[in-house]
């Protein structure tokens, strides 16, 4: 089975532009998730779908963070206009809702990005 | 914020020893989980334990959870080099959203 795709895996821009990050999940998962690891920490949970809604997204800056799932498969998470302390990798993880598995979460490679 | 710390923050060990870290969290749990992530790889998922449950075991991994003391361990045995990675705990309160620790950095010399 494939496992989660992100792209792309680096990105530099410099702070005020904006940036896209895309996640496709492991196929059947229904629930996705984007995570923040800054250099030196563990990974900060951003936002949760469950198909296309938002299950939770409380610690998402959405000043200028903003993400999407259309259709409940892809999802999309963007951050305009884009600060220094950004900088971070941005892993998207996708788990099933049901069966052995329904607890553990499969991570993509993450996207690198550096903020000058 | 934080869930957990983890305990050492690096540990330098030879092949063939046991690495034990440790982790503690600050709410009540459903479950925690262990998650491996190597120099340019992704997190691996490699143990989950649940809330009433105080040991559990896989392959060389050994995992223990004390709900009381809001801890749990992680021991790896026999390690080899290939072992050397970032450790991570991770709780989840039942809503499947997780909370890291601050990882432990485990070095493996050949």
């Known amino acids: 089975e494939a496992g989660v795709a992100q792209s792309p895996r680096y990105k530099i821009i410099e702070k005020r532009q904006s940036v896209a990050f895309w996640c496709n999940p492991i196929?059947?998962?229904?629930?996705l998730y984007w995570y923040q690891q800054i250099l030196g920490q563990g990974p900060k949970l951003l936002i949760q779908?469950?198909?296309?809604?938002?299950?939770?997204d409380s610690q998402l800056p959405k000043d200028r963070f903003s993400a999407e799932r259309l259709k409940g498969v892809d999802s999309t998470l963007k951050i305009q206009p884009a600060k220094l302390e950004d900088s971070a990798v941005y892993l998207c993880?996708?788990?099933?809702?049901?069966?052995?598995?329904?607890?553990?979460?499969?991570f993509g490679p993450g996207t690198r990005l550096t903020v000058t | 914020s934080q869930q957990g710390e983890e305990d050492p923050q690096a540990l330098s060990i030879q092949e063939g020893e046991n690495a034990t870290m440790n982790c503690s969290y600050k709410?009540?749990?459903?479950?925690l989980q262990w998650y491996r992530q190597n120099s340019g790889r992704g997190l691996v998922h490699l143990i989950l334990?649940?809330?009433?449950?105080r040991e559990k075991h896989s392959g060389r991994l050994r995992v223990t959870l004390d709900t009381s003391k809001k801890s749990s361990s992680l021991l790896i045995t026999a390690s080899r080099a290939a072992d050397t990675a970032s450790y991570f705990c991770?709780?989840?309160?039942?809503?499947?959203?997780?909370?890291f620790g601050s990882g432990t950095r485990l070095q493996v010399q050949p």
């Open positions: 993880a996708s788990s099933p809702l049901g069966g052995r598995t329904y607890y553990e979460q499969y």
């Open positions: 334990i649940r809330s009433n449950e």
């Open positions: 196929s059947g998962h229904a629930t």
């Open positions: 991770a709780t989840d309160t039942g809503r499947r959203a997780l909370t």
């Open positions: 779908f469950q198909n296309n809604g938002v299950v939770d």
């Open positions: 709410t009540s749990i459903n479950n």
